[in-house]
């Protein structure tokens, strides 16, 4: 009886550890977060379909995790190692705590770990799938002995939403940034957009290789996506080329139909004063005429009343 008592303490005992080594382990690895200079950190709808964030190949990647010692008070946390591991079976991790020189943490006190590295080629890490990771945090005591560790896997990150890792190759970074570009100008500058039908033609002609060149990047082909997309934007260039052309020569044509206009008008105005002026000297004419009338009638007045009478 007494041995049954004790194997099932024990056994108490045993879960009671258990669920005070396991429990904890979720909640002080606070979080972390992806720095930039990522390609994208946000829902793709291109390729991948889920929440990624995306790094170039060559390019380095950094991520900020905050840990928190939330242990039993007065314990003095010895951060000795902040990891990353992701599914292609290598792990980074962060050059601020190492055994030989570990991170102290008080009780309460949180800190930034940042882990970088550079992101391998898609023969390491392919960039026809995402990946998955997990963190790790361990601890040491003062002789450099492991005491303890912690550790989150990837969509276990407090807050929404959970981004899985992707690795970008050089043409697939060009492609999404091309096309990128190409929706501003799309959405700023429609075909319909255009006062001249050849630039608006060649809007609409951007529309289709841009639309192919999407095509092509879902199933995979980056490269041929790149050509696409940048013969969009070849097309818009054109189009802008041949707007701002006509445009100038228009300008030039209203600018000409204006002066000649100005110019018939002053000649209409020349004309008219031309007229004013011959019908005022011939007015001036009439006006003297019946001056001179009206001084012969009344010579003609004075004379008969000053003639002899017979």
Do not use: C
Not at 43 to 50: L, Q, R, T
Not at 162 to 172: G, H, I, L, R, T
Not at 269 to 277: G, P, V, W, Y
Request: proline share 4%; net charge negative.
């Amino acid at each position: 009886m007494r041995k049954t008592l004790l194997m099932a303490f024990g056994l108490i005992l045993a879960v009671l550890l258990s669920t005070s080594t396991i429990s904890p382990a979720q909640a002080y690895i606070e979080g972390w977060d992806w720095l930039p200079p990522y390609v994208i950190r946000d829902y793709d709808d291109m390729f991948y379909h889920e929440y990624i964030v995306g790094y170039e190949v060559g390019s380095t990647a950094t991520l900020n995790v905050l840990v928190e010692n939330d242990l039993w008070p007065d314990f003095i946390m010895n951060v000795s190692a902040v990891i990353i591991g992701f599914d292609w079976n290598i792990n980074y991790s962060s050059d601020e705590a190492s055994v030989a020189n570990p991170a102290q943490l008080l009780h309460g006190e949180t800190h930034n770990f940042k882990i970088s590295f550079t992101v391998p080629g898609t023969t390491v890490a392919s960039n026809m799938w995402t990946h998955t990771y997990r963190i790790y945090v361990e601890w040491v005591d003062a002789t450099g002995e492991l005491i303890g560790s912690w550790d989150r896997d990837w969509d276990e990150k407090p807050g929404y939403p959970d981004y899985k890792f992707a690795v970008y190759s050089a043409d697939q970074t060009d492609a999404v940034d091309l096309y990128y570009e190409y929706q501003a100008l799309s959405s700023s500058y429609p075909p319909y957009s255009f006062d001249n039908i050849n630039a608006s033609l060649l809007a609409a002609q951007a529309g289709i290789q841009a639309t192919t060149g999407s095509t092509l990047y879902s199933r995979g082909d980056f490269a041929g996506a790149k050509t696409k997309i940048q013969t969009a934007l070849d097309l818009y260039d054109q189009a802008f080329t041949i707007e701002g052309d006509w445009g100038t020569t228009y300008q030039d044509a209203q600018l000409n139909v204006t002066k000649m206009e100005a110019e018939a008008a002053m000649k209409e105005a020349d004309a008219a004063m031309i007229t004013a002026n011959a019908t005022m000297t011939q007015s001036y004419a009439w006006l003297l005429f019946g001056v001179a009338a009206i001084l012969f009638s009344v010579a003609a007045v004075v004379y008969a009343i000053k003639k002899p009478k017979i």
